[in-house]
């Protein structure tokens, strides 16, 4: 007769029971396992990641200097008026892009085309009495040839008298009357020849100015400036650029010559001025590579180089230098503007006075 099961039960239930607590353990060791690899991770692999990292920003950036203090800046024109008068048209607006040659503005040409009338009065005038002055000279040849002939005969009737005084056959009133006649013939001969040199003086017919008559020059330089004034009444644009306070101008508004009447920003003089710390320039040179970074657009990068490094620190030029001449002094760290020229043309547009960050490569030399 069989024993009986001293703990009665359901069949199996012991291997059940074995199995979970097999799993379990696996499950703990696969826990275990995964948190050693884990701190094998964290204990070299994200290490060495820091290191590699710090590694290749010191060697990137080792051989660059980088300023935030960095500003757009651009060649401004202040365009004015060279002759006085009323403002009669305005052909612009304020931010419109103009090229070089373009109306900008006109003034009021009544003036001047009166000058240019007065000048063609005068020239005119001047040529009359030119051709009043070549009838004279004229004229007074043709007595200066006949006053030569007078005299030569009377230097010969005198030759005659004297010769028959010497041998007896003539009076002294003859020979008195003779000299007198010689006398008169020359004193007559030297007043025309006066009076031709006088009319050839007037004729500009000396070394200095030969053929040029001083009034008709003079008429004719009045002219000229006339029509330069008239030209000039027309304000056109220096250059390529945008034009800025145009709100300055009003019709009727006088212009008066060498006053600003508004501004022309240039098209091609865009740069960035880049105060760099005292202690970025120790390796800094012309020609250096830079990368420039604008605030507006934060995605565009443009290439340039360094143009040239300023002669002083920014306080130097100051209306009002610092005077570091006291017992409370305390060292600054200086700033030098540095100009940064543009190597590309840039897709937007680069205003003035845009804020900007630089970065010089002073690694290259």
């Known amino acids: 007769m069989a024993e009986a099961d001293p703990f009665p039960g359901k069949p199996g239930e012991s291997d059940v029971e074995s199995r979970q607590e097999a799993m379990a353990s696996a499950a703990r060791h696969t826990a275990r396992t995964r948190l050693k690899r884990v701190r094998i991770v964290l204990l070299t692999v994200v290490p060495a990641l820091i290191i590699a990292g710090g590694l290749w920003y010191w060697f990137g950036n080792a051989g660059f200097v980088e300023t935030d203090n960095a500003y757009v800046k651009q060649d401004v024109v202040s365009i004015a008026g060279e002759v006085t008068g009323l403002i009669t048209s305005v052909r612009v607006r304020d931010n419109q892009d103009v090229k070089a040659g373009d109306v900008l503005f006109t003034i009021d040409t009544s003036p001047y085309e009166v000058a240019i009338r007065q000048a063609d ?102 002219h000229a400036k006339a029509a330069l004034d008239l030209r000039r009444t027309v304000v056109r644009a220096p250059a390529d650029g945008r034009i800025t306070q145009v ?115 002073v690694g290259k030399r």
């Open 121 to 222: 009065a005068q020239i005119a005038t001047a040529q009359a009495h030119v051709t009043a002055l070549q009838a004279d000279v004229g004229a007074n040849a043709a007595d200066l040839g006949a006053a030569r002939d007078d005299l030569a005969l009377a230097q010969a009737n005198y030759n005659r008298a004297k010769a028959l005084m010497d041998r007896g056959f003539n009076t002294r009133a003859n020979m008195d009357a003779a000299e007198h006649a010689v006398a008169t013939a020359r004193d007559k001969l030297v007043a025309i020849e006066a009076e031709v040199a006088k009319a050839r003086a007037q004729l500009a017919d000396g070394a200095q100015v030969p053929g040029v008559n001083p009034a008709i020059a003079a008429a004719q330089a009045s």
């Open 247 to 361: 709100s300055r101008l009003q019709i009727g508004q006088m212009v008066f010559p060498g006053v600003p009447m508004l501004s022309l920003v240039r098209a091609d003089g865009a740069r960035v001025e880049a105060n760099f710390k005292e202690t970025d320039l120790d390796r800094m040179r012309p020609g250096q590579p830079a990368e420039i970074r604008l605030d507006a657009y934060p995605k565009l990068r443009l290439k340039g180089h360094v143009d040239s490094i300023g002669a002083g620190t920014g306080s130097e030029f100051s209306v009002l230098p610092a005077q570091n001449a006291t017992g409370n002094w305390v060292k600054v760290i200086q700033r030098v503007p540095v100009r940064i020229a543009i190597d590309e043309q840039s897709p937007r547009p680069l205003i003035a006075g845009l804020s900007a960050v630089v970065s010089v490569n």
